[in-house]
T-cell receptor, first 114, second 110 residues
Framework: DAGVIQSPRHEVTEMGQEVTLRCKPI?????LFWYRQTMMRGLELLIY????????DSGMPEDRFSAKMPNASFSTLKIQPSEPRDSAVYFC????????????FGPGTRLTVT | RKEVEQDPGPFNVPEGATVAFNCTYS??????FFWYRQDCRKEPKLLMS???SGNEDGRFTAQLNRASQYISLLIRDSKLSDSATYLC???????????FGKGTTLSVSS
């Protein structure tokens, strides 16, 4: 059974460029989460969706970040324009319900902004 | 007070040792509890859920103390492959996200 799929796995871009990260959750899961992880700040929740609807985006750092979930099998996280301080590993996770259930993480996208 | 607090370590132990990690959480309404494991440059993976009565999975034992808002993970007979960061995770209510601690790093040496 396929787990959470993320693409790309690695992204190197220059400051000011637009970056789009993609996620396919586990089939049948109805909650999706975007996280960012750095050594300094640990794992930070950016936004999460229940049944494709954004529930809490209070973790999104600023207006340069946006996320969408057009259907149950796809979500994107966009950064425009990107900045060096956005360099981090971005994880997508999905969960089987709207309760406080366990989450299953994708392999992450390692983003480097130069 | 942070919502989920863990001793960051590192814990350096020899193979075969028993090691225990502790975690405290601030919200008394928390309903679900987990331990995740994260290897270097990998994603967090669910290690085990933590139940009120305590539970065991092989060499791993998890316990929950609701009165003290405290969770523990005990690893017996440590293996080199147990070297990783262990994340304490708490869920509060339906429809909300889980809260992750910053993790405790374990290094097992031969």
């Amino acid at each position: 059974d396929a787990g959470v799929i993320q693409s790309p796995r690695h992204e190197v871009t220059e400051m000011g460029q637009e970056v789009t990260l993609r996620c396919k959750p586990i089939s049948g899961h109805n909650s999706l989460f975007w996280y960012r992880q750095t050594m300094m700040r640990g794992l930070e929740l950016l936004i999460y969706f229940n049944n494709n609807v954004p529930i809490d985006d209070s973790g999104m750092p600023e207006d340069r970040f946006s996320a969408k979930m057009p259907n149950a099998s796809f979500s994107t996280l966009k950064i425009q324009p990107s900045e060096p301080r956005d360099s981090a590993v971005y994880f997508c996770a999905s969960s089987p319900g709207t309760g406080p259930y366990e989450q299953y993480f994708g392999p992450g996208t390692r983003l480097t902004v130069t | 007070r942070k919502e989920v607090e863990q001793d960051p370590g590192p814990f350096n132990v020899p193979e075969g040792a028993t090691v225990a990690f502790n975690c405290t959480y601030s919200n008394s309404a928390s309903q679900s509890f987990f331990w995740y494991r994260q290897d270097c440059r990998k994603e967090p993976k669910l290690l085990m859920s933590v139940y009120s009565s305590g539970n065991e999975d092989g060499r791993f034992t998890a316990q929950l103390n609701r009165a003290s808002q405290y969770i523990s993970l005990l690893i017996r007979d440590s293996k080199l492959s147990d070297s990783a960061t262990y994340l304490c995770v708490v869920g509060t209510q339906a429809g909300t996200a889980l809260i992750f601690g910053k993790g405790t790093t374990l290094s097992v040496s031969s």
